[in-house]
């Protein structure tokens, strides 16, 4: 009998994309599953709630447990696998209105106290002593946590908790392994690719291209996001015009051509989980220049696949722009380490959703 699992996560798009769609056909394989979660679209496995376009956030919060409960009563699934510390403690108050038993995994990606500090509005902080209380309930009464890097796992043992288990989460890179990887172009570019929040410090970034750009004439830097500091990047663009580009959105094959066109990805984070986009660029033999923060140093060694500065030291990061856009020898090394580190982070979505049923089966007391 295959363990009944209901996912809650922030977000799902239906169609699926076609990676998507290959980690849930491999999930279902393994599980019998229903995912809950905001978005647009409902099907057997796939119960969403439209998002709405202000406070959508407080507004599926708050529904959260009742949606739960429902969820409990009619498909009573032997656990929740519930994707964030917030969606953990709505899990565990669903539970209680459910009146059952049913496990709850907390799965941890990132830092739990970043989304109220670090995302949309600064508004947002005054959320965070009642956001942190929350989180914390979730995590401390959670029945299990499963990590997916050793970052993820010292936030969690920095409570005194111990993770049942950790494993990256699948992540489809065919976009980016299909193609034979490019040599270093002749014109130096460094490249962002990521979300236009305060997270991704993209005013840092901004920033320490004002101080690089001047040294490094004949080079750009292209941005590829959108977000709530648009205005940041507008501003670079009027104040570095001839030296920057900006597109708000590419699509998969679109960012793995943008990575081969440049010469090292850059991601100065202020906080950071899994870092997907570190992988995508060792996929494309792409050093990264970050941030010695959450889980980036997991992915990147200083001065082997990358280099490293830390957080909020701007003068620091444009530094090392700069090095690593005037030094072809040091970029050509830093590439063919990085290629060779894609291999340690990409695996199948049959490995993914294994190891999820052996977590589930653990936890739950199924084996």
Known sequence: MKPRVLFVSRRVQLPLSSSLARKWDAVGRELDF????????????????????????????AALPVRIARELRAFRPHAVLAQGAHE???????????????????????DWR???????????????????????????????????????TALVRELGLEPADEFPAYMDFDSFLQEPTMPLPEKPQALFVGVLERYKNVDGLADAWRLAAPLVPDASLRLVGKGTLRPVVEQLLRDVPDQTRWDERLTQPEVSRALDEATALVLPSRSEGMGRV????FCRARPVVGTRVGGIPDLVEDDRN????????????????????TDRTLAE???????ASAGFWTSSPEEFA??????????????
């Open 88 to 110: 953990a403690a709505a899990a565990l108050a669903g539970r209680r209105l459910a009146r059952v038993d049913t496990v709850v995994i907390a799965d941890m990606h990132g």
């Open 114 to 152: 970043a989304p109220t500090r670090l995302y949309g509005s600064r508004l947002r902080t005054a959320l965070n002593p009642i956001a942190d209380r929350v989180a914390l309930t979730g995590l401390r009464n959670a029945d299990g946590i499963r990590t997916i890097t050793a970052y993820t």
């Open 306 to 325: 990358g280099l490293l500065v830390e957080p909020g030291d701007t003068q620091a990061l444009a530094d090392a722009i700069v090095r690593v856009l």
């Open 354 to 367: 294994s190891r999820v049923r052996a977590l589930v089966s653990r936890i739950a007391g199924l084996t």
């Open 333 to 339: 090394r830093l590439a063919e380490s990085a290629h």
């Open 34 to 61: 229903r995912v809950l979660a905001g978005g647009n679209g409902h099907d057997d496995h796939f119960h969403l709630a439209p998002t709405l376009p202000a406070l959508d956030g407080p507004a599926f919060f």
């Open 278 to 281: 570190v992988v995508e660029a």
